[in-house]
């Protein structure tokens, strides 16, 4: 019988993945390897976006001079 976790393949294999950890040094060697996986993406994609002409210098100073705190109301 099938049991059903609401949880598709990939997901099921990296808790199975996860059940094999037995140290925090483990844990975190596994930590940094999907933090760098994800990195790798985010920088292919950057690239992929500046190769399209989608992303230039101007909308990266645009970003850093973006005001992005939630403005705060005091109660007077």
Same mark, same amino acid.
């Given at each position: $019988? +099938?049991?059903?976790?609401?949880?598709?393949?990939?997901? $099921? +294999?990296?808790?199975?993945?996860?059940?094999? &950890?037995?140290?925090? +040094?483990?844990?975190?060697?596994? *930590?940094?390897?999907?933090?760098?996986?994800?990195?790798?993406? &985010?920088?292919?994609?950057?690239?992929?976006?500046?190769?399209?002409?989608?992303?230039?210098?101007?909308?990266?100073?645009?970003?850093?001079?973006?005001?992005? *705190?939630?403005?705060?109301?005091?109660?007077?």
């Amino acid at each position: $019988m +099938e049991q059903v976790t609401g949880l598709n393949a990939a997901q $099921m +294999e990296f808790l199975q993945l996860l059940g094999r &950890i037995k140290t925090e +040094e483990e844990l975190n060697e596994l *930590r940094k390897v999907v933090c760098d996986y994800y990195a790798r993406k &985010i920088d292919e994609e950057m690239d992929q976006l500046w190769a399209e002409g989608k992303w230039d210098n101007e909308k990266n100073e645009a970003i850093l001079k973006e005001h992005l *705190r939630t403005p705060y109301k005091y109660a007077k």
